[in-house]
């Protein structure tokens, strides 16, 4: 495909879950006829407003990838037993062609609690929104208010493009402004995938990136992280992480005895019912030359946390796969599950 164009999204069935494409008519696992609207995720130029379809993780993708066959309503293949993989379990986005994510299960959870929602315009280093959240493993149905958190941020933060009164101060402002109505809305989406009555509700963390015009805004709340690396300075950690870990750093203990602890993964605050406050901490930067963004959670970052080493990960790994930021997202999470994948892993990558 040429680069110039922007990249064919990829969806899902309604009726059984399997992979389609926004070309098909007709689902080629099940038959269905599909409809003109079928939900994808668009390029930010698009006239029409992104429609959003919430993957609870409970359908399995059909039919058998091992022999073909039918997958039962148990999700296991009624000709060879294989335990099918769900839509939720791995999933992509490209926007265009330099944004690009990856959100997979790992190796060790049943079931992918990661989200992950990003748009961006065609002209490479133009706007890119990147929201990653990471669903609480304790709280219940957290799969799916990280997902409607995720899109519901990415919604918001396309809606519209600030520019302040004209400055670059009053822009990082206005663009501030947006990120925290994003986490807003997420916190909002949380909540309405939360029953009333549930004993321990709903909740995610939330951190994303807003690139326009060379201005770097980053917010989160909790513990997924973004990244600026830029190719010939050094590494920019954008985010502080709400946790136990990162209050036991900034007394002086060491980061790799903090982060190895029995609490080392405990937040102090997050998206959801009980929340205490869900207002993202924010910084800005001016980028002025080429590097990568990147905005993960802990599936990645708990195999290398520190910014540098982080960067020559990404870096080497980008050289590695051609500089193409969806083989390189893709290898950071094939990465992250080679060093035992014991816990979901989002990657999200943006290059400049």
Request: net charge negative; hydrophobic share 40%; glycine share 8%.
């Amino acid at each position: 495909m040429d680069v110039a164009m922007t990249s064919t999204t990829q969806t899902v069935c309604p009726s059984c879950g399997g992979p389609v494409s926004e070309a098909d008519r007709f689902c080629e696992a099940c038959g269905a006829e599909l409809s003109p609207s079928t939900p994808s995720t668009p390029a930010l130029d698009t006239d029409t407003e992104p429609t959003v379809e919430i993957m609870t993780g409970t359908s399995p993708v059909g039919p058998c990838q091992s022999c073909g066959g039918v997958i039962g309503a148990e999700g296991y293949c009624e000709t060879c037993g294989t335990k099918a993989a769900k839509v939720r379990d791995h999933y992509t986005e490209q926007p265009s062609p330099w944004v690009a994510g990856v959100c997979d299960r790992g190796i060790r959870h049943s079931r992918n609690e990661d989200a992950l929602a990003i748009a961006a315009d065609p002209e490479p280093g133009s706007r890119a929104l990147l929201v990653v959240c990471d669903g609480v493993s304790s709280s219940l149905d957290s799969d799916v208010a990280s997902l409607a958190a995720s899109r519901a941020a990415r919604d918001v933060l396309t809606a519209g493009h600030a520019q302040g009164l004209g400055t670059e101060s009053s822009r990082s402002s206005a663009m501030v402004a947006r990120l925290e109505a994003a986490a807003d809305a997420a916190n909002d989406a949380v909540l309405d995938n939360t029953s009333p009555d549930s004993p321990n509700p709903a909740s995610c963390t939330f951190v994303a990136t807003i690139l326009e015009d060379g201005v770097l805004v980053a917010g989160n709340v909790g513990d997924s992280r973004a990244y600026w690396f830029p190719d010939e300075a050094e590494a920019v950690a954008l985010t502080v992480d709400d946790s136990w870990a990162a209050e036991l750093i900034a007394t002086g203990i060491s980061r790799e005895e903090a982060e190895s602890g029995p609490h080392a993964h405990a937040i102090t605050r997050w998206l959801g019912k009980d929340a205490p406050d869900h207002t993202p901490r924010t910084t800005t930067l001016r980028v002025t030359g080429p590097g990568w963004i990147l905005v993960c959670s802990d599936g990645l970052w708990n195999y290398c946390s520190e910014a540098a080493p982080l960067a020559d990960l990404v870096r080497q790994t980008a050289a590695a796969s051609g500089g193409d930021p969806m083989a390189t997202a893709s290898a950071l999470v094939d990465w992250a599950n080679a060093q035992g994948g014991q816990d979901n892993i989002t990657v999200a990558l943006a290059r400049l």
